[in-house]
């Protein structure tokens, strides 16, 4: 018969404590001799014995001594661990492992950390940076940030907004060099392009031409695996950039750059929270979740839209 190991060792702590089987069966509402039996069947198991047993009283032998201190410490430290991860269930806190893009992390991640901490001080932060697929379960990442489109289907996602690509020029060059209208303009002008890291391949530009969407690989004058980078070369006048809308916010509100055609929006591209699906999710992965949906929110983006929707563009 297998052995309830756990069921066993409180059988034994008890009737060390109380004295005899019986007052250790009242306690745990069974009778004595599933006590006895049960603390029988541990000592075959374990090759000695743990009990001197007489018709006046129990004594430990020392084996058994040494046995009680260690059975008494592992349900103790169970016991506190249960508390502490119900307590983590119900109250935010403990340490939140974040997995986010590169460009995503700082752009929209970093700034709200700090009213995220404030609201709960009781949260430790660990933001890891990352443009490369981050198995969640080996890193034990609480949540990831992931931008694209979706391939791990051991995970629940929450989608915060599509993606929306701009195409984007500084305005010293659209002065210098004017608008493309096509794609036998897009070549004759200089490019940033952008290459995916984990993949090593340099992303086409993609634009809409009556209703359809065209890709083109055009001029490769500067090439970067950094999304701010992107922005800020075609911010320098450097060549025509297309990025995330993202990626490319802070620069047009400062009007460093301004689109050049409406945003492209990919199918089944979008920026989502990843996390693992589980029975009872802890209140520091919660609260994190409800937070970020909040603020993503506040940036005029929701599940289904973008604020680059509504861009007007200068030449109109």
Not at 117 to 145: F, G, Q, S, T
């Amino acid at each position: 018969m297998k052995i309830d190991k756990i069921r066993t060792l409180q059988f034994f702590i008890a009737t060390c404590d109380l004295g005899s089987f019986s007052k250790a069966a009242k306690q745990h509402e069974t009778d004595p001799s599933t006590v006895s039996k049960a603390i029988s069947r541990l000592e075959v198991e374990l090759g000695f014995s743990l009990l001197q047993r007489s018709t006046r009283q129990l004594r430990l032998t020392d084996a058994g001594t040494r046995y009680l201190k260690v059975s008494r410490e592992t349900l103790d430290t169970l016991t506190l661990c249960e508390s502490q991860l119900r307590n983590e269930k119900d109250n935010p806190e403990g340490t939140l492992r974040i997995s986010v893009p590169i460009s995503y992390g700082r752009l929209y991640i970093r700034p709200m950390l700090k009213t995220f901490h404030l609201k709960y001080p009781d949260i430790n932060i660990e933001v890891l940076y990352d443009d490369a697929y981050v198995d969640i379960i080996k890193h034990r990442i609480d949540v990831a940030i992931r931008s694209g489109t979706l391939e791990d289907n051991r995970l629940i996602a929450k989608k915060l907004s599509p993606m929306d690509f701009l195409m984007c020029a500084s305005p010293k060059y659209i002065k210098q060099h004017g608008y493309p209208r096509n794609e036998t303009e897009f070549c004759k002008h200089k490019w940033i392009r952008f290459r995916f890291k984990q993949s090593g391949l340099i992303m086409p530009t993609l634009h809409i031409v009556k209703g359809k969407v065209q890709e083109s690989d055009p001029d490769r004058s500067f090439v970067v695996d950094d999304g701010e980078a992107l922005a800020e070369l075609c911010s320098d006048g450097l060549g025509i950039a297309q990025m995330p809308h993202f990626v490319a916010k802070n620069w047009l509100q400062k009007n460093k750059i301004q689109p050049l055609f409406k945003a492209y929006r990919p199918d089944n591209f979008g920026v989502y929270a990843l996390y693992l699906e589980r029975a009872y999710m802890p209140a520091k992965v919660s609260v994190f979740l409800e937070f970020l949906s909040g603020y993503v929110k506040s940036l005029n983006e929701f599940p289904n839209s973008t604020w680059a929707e509504s861009l007007i563009l200068p030449k109109d």
